[in-house]
């Protein structure tokens, strides 16, 4: 056993890689996409460090050229759930006694690999699979991922370093325990950061995890399942278990080991889990932790003192970077009527310049939507607006899935600030704008507070100080990350601890000590040097 206490290499945020014309990491790039689409690879679970196919299948499709298959992945049901949790239990007492600095280690050397010799893998399988652009994989599925993996254990040990006052005659110490049982990690197809998140901050202090991806994005997560494997994550640590919400989820949180639930996706789907996880309250050896990042209507909103050019670029990569397809991402926008016109112009000239497609043509600053259901759902929205007396479209409003899932940057501008598209989340290229009467500024900022039920993102935009001051405070509540004269987009680990309330989720703020927290059970231990010899109390000495 080590007998010191080692310092953790100081974490800084990764930098960027640019991919412009001419660069070297342009070209690898190029090369790494290549060499995925030609081949068509066979995804398994992995459980307790084995291969296991159970040849109920499902297929990985390019979302911007649905017709070019990826590859396939194996779909766990019950029995592999069962296999993946007594696995998951046998790895726990291992690697919970594991020193500290070793889970460490794991996590920095991840963090390499990552940013090392699998930068291009993971960034090109996250444009094919996932139709993210170059800049989109680059800034979460390298460097937002690597800068949990490198922060991460510095909130660790500062944490653990945390210990109690010891009067003279006693020595009080705390101890930072992983949870008992297991850890149900259930990731969204967005971001592979997420993705890479979620079962691997539990396993930092000592957790073991079950890990269901997201189905759509098997692909990227296969390959970083890969990684954990190479960064050293002994077997049954991590488990890998694709498959459909009810035959993974179902059997997991049956378990009467269900130790914690790290969650990012619907708001559906959380309460769901919530209502589960409290019907089985009664079964379970302990009181699972709930963590959740669920929906979120964000918004931008615009004061007449806002700088308008800087309101138009924010408005433009809130709203359609990453086809909208983000939790944080802007889709809804409250702007005063003396500023409008200016806005509108520039706004709508910008967007017509807007290119999107494949994303293998760099040129693109959109790709294609994830999946037919998610098209649908966003299709909908738009036809629903297009049949309304109460909405105008001022850009987009056109879609094509014949190819692959494109649906153009769409911005809707209503008159009913309580219109459907100002309220429900669509997770799609669809901006609502509301103009307000700028004498209806206090009115506005009452219907921002109160017209969704998420907060999670928002954005104030304003050069006049005491405005910025009243807008924050009268916002507090609506966002959990919130933005001044900037997009509601691109939370940095270290930076912007992300996270939102309300039905966004329960706040606790990923990338941050916080979060970390949440998977360990503290142990409060008193010693005494010494004990005392004698029962009694000198009150009760007679007089």
């Not at 992300?498 to 998977?519: E, H, I, P, V």
């Amino acid at each position: 056993m080590a007998n010191a206490f080692f310092k953790v290499p100081e974490p800084k945020n990764e930098p960027y890689l640019q991919y412009a014309p001419g660069s070297p990491e342009r070209e690898s790039l190029r090369e790494k996409i290549a060499d995925l689409k030609s081949q068509e690879i066979e995804v398994p679970l992995i459980i307790g460090g084995k291969e296991v196919r159970t040849g109920n299948m499902g297929d990985m499709v390019m979302p911007h050229n649905h017709g070019h298959k990826l590859g396939v992945y194996h779909k766990a049901g019950e029995k592999e759930v069962n296999m993946a949790i007594q696995a998951a239990l046998e790895a726990h007492k291992m690697w919970a006694e594991m020193p500290w600095e070793h889970r460490v280690s794991v996590m920095l050397k991840a963090a390499d690999l990552l940013t090392g010799p699998h930068r291009m893998t993971l960034n090109a399988a996250t444009m094919l699979g996932q139709s993210k652009t170059p800049w989109q994989a680059e800034i979460e599925a390298a460097g937002e991922l690597a800068d949990f993996y490198r922060f991460n254990p510095h909130y660790y040990t500062e944490l653990i370093k945390e210990q109690p006052y010891s009067p003279p005659g006693m020595w009080n110490r705390t101890e930072y325990r992983p949870l008992e049982g297991f850890v149900f990690a259930v990731t969204p197809f967005n971001f592979t950061a997420i993705a890479g998140n979620l079962p691997t901050a539990p396993a930092l202090v000592g957790c073991v995890s079950l890990w269901k991806p997201a189905s759509s994005s098997v692909y990227s997560n296969y390959f970083l399942m890969k990684i954990f494997e190479e960064a050293g994550f002994p077997p049954g640590v991590i488990n890998f278990i694709p498959g459909s919400g009810g035959q993974v989820g179902n059997p997991a949180m049956a378990s009467p080991e269900l130790a914690g639930i790290h969650f990012t996706g619907s708001t559906e789907v959380f309460q769901n889990m919530w209502k589960t996880i409290a019907n089985n309250l009664y079964k379970y050896k302990y009181y699972p932790r709930i963590v959740g990042e669920t929906g979120g209507k964000d918004f931008i909103f615009a004061h007449a003192s806002a700088d308008v050019e800087a309101l138009v670029v924010a408005t433009i990569r809130g709203a359609f970077e990453y086809q909208g397809q983000k939790c944080s991402a802007a889709s809804r926008m409250y702007i005063p009527k003396s500023i409008w016109p200016q806005f509108k112009e520039r706004y709508v000239e910008e967007v017509s310049k807007i290119k999107h497609g494949d994303v293998e043509d760099f040129e693109n600053f959109m790709g294609a939507i994830i999946d037919k259901s998610a098209f649908d759902t966003i299709t909908s929205y738009i036809d629903y607006a297009k049949e309304s007396k109460d909405a105008e479209f001022i850009t987009g409003g056109n879609y094509d899935d014949s190819t692959g899932y494109f649906v153009e940057p769409t911005t809707i501008v209503t008159t009913d600030p309580k219109f459907k598209t100002m309220e429900e989340e669509i997770f799609g290229p669809v901006m609502s704008i509301y103009v307000y009467d700028d004498n209806k500024f206090d009115e506005t900022l009452e219907l921002c507070d109160s017209t969704s039920p998420y907060a999670l993102t928002g954005a104030i935009f304003s050069q006049d100080r005491q405005v910025l001051r009243k807008m924050s405070d009268y916002l507090r509540n609506a966002a959990g990350n919130f933005y001044i004269n900037d997009k509601p987009t691109a939370a940095i680990v270290n930076q912007q601890p992300f996270g939102g309330g309300r039905a966004s989720g329960t706040n606790d703020k990923a990338g941050s000590a916080m979060n970390l927290l949440r998977w360990m059970s503290v142990r409060s231990i008193k010693e005494t040097l010494v004990p005392a010899k004698d029962w009694t109390y000198p009150y009760m000495n007679a007089e």
